[in-house]
């Protein structure tokens, strides 16, 4: 049993408020067995009683969920009964070279998730949230590399406590994205850039989706993506705007592969790629619009103040920057931003989820106007902002 430690000396108690004590007594009641036992068979609040009990169960499980989920998605699982239709566990267990048994247990615990469904004839197919993962290569991409960040997470107060020393040994996240942790990341060598380089392409249809089904490319002529990786989004951009000439800056081992990406697309004439830091450098002028996509949250406030500026200075007069990246108060998606963006970037070791008012302080503070919510179809993804550069 955890005692709860004294204060340490010296240190003030906090100073009360009128509405700590409905609480302290609310908090009092949910906490008592005796009160807990009476809800839970009184038949009026039964219901909430046992909707709060699966709610905090869940909690208490959720990286067992993750993990039925994880081994789904390394047997491609949801790929193959899209591609195949149902199948039985004895076909399953020999295409994943697992024990019959093992597999059906896997199958059952799929199915409670509604990863999957029992179907005729003792074959599962996809259940309804198996079914959006199939054939999505982005969303496996992030499954798979969860394991970088639950090693991270396997002591979490040892995350939380900053102690460096006692994480394993370079296996996490800091070593997955190791431009948050040098100051010098231009220097990085090409051979550290590819892994998180490769996710980002495999994901950008989750944010790139968000973006363009919410604003239109058309009344631009030359787009800069600024931090634009390996150059998903830009051949996006170029597909959906023929007349756009867009540019990426990134760091020169991922620049040089976004210049690959646009000689294998055949679209070198309008796109290219420019290598640097953009803490440091000068970002390419003449652009009348500037995207930054999942760019700000990687980064301090100090460092994103640095390159709004930047980004300023690079843009045409009342030129156009669209910021999309997951906010951390998005409606509905809170888990998303503050419990998931929030453990995540510490565990990478830099940034943090900002919420739409802090990223509108910070582009006012650089010297943008005209800041604007541009509503998007699925903000779990992406949200987005607006801002305009003085004309
Ligand atoms: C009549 C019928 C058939 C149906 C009617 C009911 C109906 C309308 C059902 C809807 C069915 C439907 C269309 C479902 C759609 C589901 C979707 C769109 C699911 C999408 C899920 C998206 C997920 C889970 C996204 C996850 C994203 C993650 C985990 C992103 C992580 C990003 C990271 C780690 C980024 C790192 C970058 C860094 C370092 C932070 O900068
Ligand atoms: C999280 S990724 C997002 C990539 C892309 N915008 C997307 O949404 O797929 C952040 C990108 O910023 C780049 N980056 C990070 N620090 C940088 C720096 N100091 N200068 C230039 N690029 C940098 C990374 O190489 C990476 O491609």
Redesign the pocket.
Known sequence: MHSVSPPPPGLAPPTPHWSDTPLAWRDRLLASPRFRRWAQSFPLTRWVARRRATAVFDLVAGFVYSQVLLACVQLRLFDLLLAEGPQTPHALAARGKLPLASTERLLRAAVALQLLEARAHGRFGLG??G???AA?A??AA??E??TA?YRDLAQPLTLLRGDASAAPAGAG?SRY?PY?GTDAPDTLPPGQLLA?SE??AA?QP?VADQVLQAYSLQDHRRLLDVGGGTGAFACRAAYVAPHLSVQVFDLPGVAALARQRFEQAGLSARCSAEGGDFFEDPLPPGADLVTLL??V??HDDARVLRLLRAVRLALVPGGTLLLA??FADTPGAER?GDA??GM??LA?GR?EPRSEARLRALLLAAGFEKVQRLPTA?P??ASALLAKTPT
């Open positions: 309804p949230l079914a959006p993962l999505d982005g969303l992030m499954i590399h969860h960040l996240l994205w948050a998180y996710l980002m994901s989750l999942r760019v949250h990687d990246e997951p998303m998931y963006f995540y970037l990478m940034g699925l779990l993804q």
